[in-house]
């Protein structure tokens, strides 16, 4: 099934769109959290990258529903090809802004992105059940989800690289506008799809759009359940993305070349774990590995948090090969790997499941209505952990860590329990 979807006009360039979209978000994100960490912010590390993912965040709980609004209402491939059009001239601001060094800018163009993101994940998901069939939809998500943490894998590797003092500021600005264009050309091969609510009018209450998508998930038992799942699945992700960087640097001494080894192990684990859940669910809507891979997020977040939480501020850089050659860095590794892994098979799905029960003429605002309360969830949380991490608090790290483990062992009791009423 794998092979037949990535030969099909009906996935391939929607898959490549959005790898690309992916690759260019992650790309801009962790350029300005490198350049955060070792050129322009060190002093305020810990807060300002964490304000860098809740700035790039935010648009997706306001516009969100604005989307899947659009997209219902009109043909999605049209809609997603006037927002890569309009990717372009963001585009041109992170290019601008990385040439001036300028964070001021930098974060005005992650937000600019944060917005083309919120209006065209309610698309790249909603239209996946217009194009593929029921039981192509688990394999359809493991594709996207683990292409999408390859993309974040690439766009980590390439923006930390960017943001070594080495590297030529034009050739990185060319490559920032290259990218930029390879969105919006695969875009332009997106099959069309037929309006699922012809009649459907955009609110230009976003406020109001935004609360009504939330509200309506709620009747619908199975579909909150779900909701609930695939935003605690980025609720994990941009904590432990914003907590990991910041204590490699401080605690380990890892430089760039650890940095992107560890997010690289984290982008595998994801992609590993995402094909493990559609394999297992062999074309089916099949929800029990999601309580036992939020247990072994728990382990995993909960050991990584003790590995590293009687570890002084290091005094020196270390190179890759030292890091894992250190029984510490072997840890690490091994312990950031296996969460991304289980986090893929968390969520695939229970990703799948939301978009199968939902009905065609809706489909987009539901997807549009999850990803606001993943928004919300990613928001609070990232900006808790800002909080946290303060002087007002001062919380390390490992502690961050271990506490978001003790809250993965909370929600596998409730998830297991939540979708043993709907079995």
């Keep these: 099934m794998f092979w ?20 260019n978000d992650n790309f801009v994100r962790n350029m300005l959290a490198m350049l955060i960490l070792f050129r322009l912010g060190e002093d305020q590390a810990g807060p300002l990258v964490t304000l860098a993912i809740a700035l790039f965040i935010l648009p997706s709980i306001f516009l969100s529903a604005l989307g899947g609004e ?13 927002l890569k059009f309009y990717e372009i001239f963001v585009q041109m601001i992170v290019a601008v802004g990385f040439l001036l060094q300028s964070l001021a800018l930098l974060y005005v163009a992650l937000f600019g992105l944060g917005v083309i993101a919120a209006l065209f994940t309610p698309i790249k998901y909603g239209i996946l059940p217009d194009h593929l069939a029921r039981e192509e939809l688990p394999a359809g998500n ?17 923006g930390a690289y960017a943001a070594d003092e080495s590297r030529q500021a034009t050739g990185v600005a ?27 009018r955009a609110d230009p209450n976003i406020f109001g759009s ?75 809507i ?52 296996g969460l991304a892994a289980a986090a893929g098979l968390f969520v695939v799905p229970a990703f799948a499941a939301v978009q199968a029960w939902s009905r065609q003429e809706r489909r987009a605002r539901v997807i549009a209505g999850v990803n606001i309360v993943s928004s919300l969830y990613m ?45």
């Design 286 to 337: 099949w929800l029990a590995p999601v309580p036992l891979a939020a247990l072994a997020m728990a382990g995993f977040l909960i050991d990584l948090g003790f590995a590293t939480m009687h570890l002084p501020k290091a005094e020196g850089a270390v190179s890759l090969r030292a890091f894992l050659e250190s029984a510490t860095g072997l840890r690490i590794a091994l312990d950031v790997t």
């Design 4 to 23: 037949q979807l990535m030969t099909s006009r009906r996935f391939l360039p929607l898959f490549l769109s959005q790898f690309f979209s992916a690759f």
């Design 210 to 284: 935004t609360w009504r998508s939330i509200v309506e998930l709620v009747p619908d038992r199975r579909i909150w359940i779900g909701t609930q799942a695939v935003s605690w699945f980025w609720l994990v992700g941009a904590v432990t993305l914003s907590l990991v960087p910041v204590l490699i640097k401080q605690r380990s001494g890892g430089g760039l070349d650890v940095e992107a080894a560890i997010s690289a192990f984290f982008a595998i684990g994801i992609a590993i774990g995402s094909l493990a859940g559609a394999i297992l669910a062999r074309g089916r």
């Design 174 to 200: 060319i490559q920032l506008m290259l990218i930029a264009l390879v969105c919006y050309a695969t875009a332009l091969f997106i099959p069309s799809t037929k309006p699922g609510a012809p009649g459907l």
């Design 142 to 158: 493991a594709l996207i989800e683990g292409a999408t943490f390859i993309a974040i894998l690439c766009g980590i590797v390439f």
């Design 379 to 423: 928001a609070g949380a990232t900006l808790v952990t800002a909080l946290l991490q303060s002087s007002l608090v001062g919380l390390g790290e490992p502690v961050l860590l271990a506490a978001l483990g003790l809250l993965n062992l909370i929600a596998a009791v409730i998830f297991w329990r939540s979708f043993a009423k709907l079995a």
């Design 70 to 82: 659009m997209a219902d209402a009109q043909d999605k491939a049209r809609v997603a090809r006037q």
